[in-house]
């Protein structure tokens, strides 16, 4: 069955190699900073004839998205990457594929967003994207770079789905470190995308009018429409991430758990940190500290009955934000309190912010938060307001 | 229009609109604030407020004049400014 090689890839080139395995028709990408080296090595791939697509070399990623969506809406297989204030440029146009229902693949090097000028790793972009209609996932190193690219393309483009999917791959983190992985080989993963065909594409024979004019009288049942669809997605992510497992022996969840076993107090943690985060609650364990991590593979739609079965029997839940939601907190910890407010039994949750702008969080980082968030809780239970913490911050 | 009569269940994939042509059914004519009038007797045919419509909702009649679809017409008064002999007059519409 497996015929994988172990290979040493830079992040961007694992994702590369999962767009010429998935076969993509077009790929419509703005090719300058703060852009990875995944659309470098496309264009290669697409210029030796390794990939037989269309490689659209656009002047902005604004034009980029508008690309894909014009690909998509003709029935093809299409795939964008960027990152940082190129999602911001993109924005715009990120709503339309989810409307129109069309599966766009793209990857986001996750990047803090200006002022002052960044290009390092944070957060800050994907939350600014997190309320627009697309599946969106983590990965937390190279390998799953790679796995959950190839997935992505076969749940966006399940007829029960047509959503467009982004991955996540932490900027810098992932994007430009080179790390061993097993590298499947090309047939075998043909056969895990199966042909696609949109019920609507672009078709003389068939013709259909796409995004038109939705006055007062329509708008709020398409977005009713848009919403249910969106809230079914769950067991097509789940089949797949089952039948990849399957096939390659690395099996995914929405909501991954580590040495949660009896755990009274969990660390939850997205993307790159994940790894960090591991290595602390090892060194915890081996203090006898019941503690354990909870990892938010999938972001939207928000896995809600999976959070909530991890956190079953946890009395404290630690959450880092890799983001400012700025007079609100941390975006996740905010969205982890909803997802228990009417929990009869939870956790209390204590938020954090690190890691803004690339700054690291060394494994002390993390035992220190949990340290702290059992003082904040004792200040919880004397009735005082405990405000976010922002992480590793001169005075 | 059959469309305010849908509900979410019966919308296409997409929102996609599978008949063509269907755009011919909506109403721009009903924001109009005013409406063109012809004193035709002065008009000497010559087409320019047909070319000139940006609705393209003026049509010529079968003894030569030109008549706005008052279903599309949005009342711009470009037909009027463009008219070289004064034929069109914008008159407000009036609640009936």
């Keep these: 069955m497996k015929k994988e090689k172990v290979v040493g890839l830079e992040g961007s080139f694992a994702v590369s190699e999962a767009v010429r395995m998935a076969n993509a028709d077009v790929i419509a990408a703005y090719p300058i900073t703060p852009q990875t080296h995944i659309v470098e090595r496309l264009s290669e791939m697409v210029a030796e004839g390794e990939l037989d697509a269309e490689f659209i070399c656009v002047e902005s990623e604004h034009s980029a998205m508008s690309a894909c969506v014009g690909a998509s809406a003709g029935g093809a297989r299409v795939f964008t990457c960027t990152a940082g204030q190129g999602l911001e440029l993109m924005h715009e146009v990120l709503y339309i594929p989810s409307s129109m229902r069309l599966p766009v693949v793209a990857v986001v090097a996750n990047r803090a967003l200006s002022a002052p000028l960044s290009v390092w790793c944070d957060h800050s972009d994907m939350m600014a994207v997190r309320d627009i209609g697309w599946i969106q996932m983590l990965a937390e190193n190279n390998q799953q770079a790679f796995d959950l690219t190839l997935c992505a393309f076969r749940i966006a483009e399940d007829n029960e789905v047509l959503f467009p999917t982004m991955v996540h791959i932490d900027g810098f983190h992932l994007s430009h470190v080179i790390e061993d992985m097993r590298l499947p080989d090309a047939e075998e993963v043909a056969g895990f995308i199966p042909d696609y065909k949109h019920p609507f594409a672009l078709d003389p024979d068939k013709p259909v009018s796409m995004g038109c004019y939705g006055p007062p009288f329509i708008y709020p ?82 896995p809600f009955k999976e959070f909530r079965e991890a956190v079953k029997g946890v009395e404290v839940l630690v959450v880092l934000d890799r983001c400012v939601s700025f007079g609100m907190g941390g975006p996740v910890c905010s969205e982890v309190k909803s997802a228990l407010y009417d929990q009869q039994k939870k956790p209390h949750v204590v938020g954090f912010i690190g890691g803004l702008g690339g700054r690291d969080i060394p494994i002390e980082g993390f035992e220190y938060m949990i340290q702290s968030a059992l003082e904040k809780v004792k200040a919880i239970e004397r009735g005082e307001e405990v405000e976010t913490e922002m992480i590793g911050i001169r005075e | 229009m059959s469309g305010e009569k849908l509900g979410w269940k019966d919308l296409e994939l997409g929102c996609v609109v599978t008949e063509p042509g269907s755009a011919n059914e909506y109403k721009t004519g009903d924001w109009r604030s005013e409406r063109p009038v012809r004193e035709n007797e002065k008009c000497i045919k010559c087409g320019i407020c047909y070319i000139y419509c940006p609705e393209a909702c003026i049509e010529e009649t079968e003894d030569g004049f030109f008549e706005a679809n008052l279903y599309y017409c949005k009342g711009c008064g470009i037909c009027a400014h463009e008219c070289p002999r004064g034929v069109i007059t914008m008159v407000e519409e009036v609640e009936e």
């Design chain 1, 221 to 302: 049942e398409t977005k009713r429409a848009q919403e249910v669809a969106f809230e079914n997605v769950m067991p097509k992510i789940l089949e797949t991430w089952k039948v990849f497992g399957d096939r390659f022996g690395r099996y995914y969840a929405p909501v991954e758990k580590y040495r949660m076993e009896d755990a009274k107090i969990a660390l939850l943690t997205m993307g790159s940190y994940s790894e960090t985060a591991m290595l602390a609650i090892d060194e915890l364990r081996a203090k006898g500290e019941d503690v354990g991590l909870i990892r938010l593979r999938l972001w939207r739609p928000f």
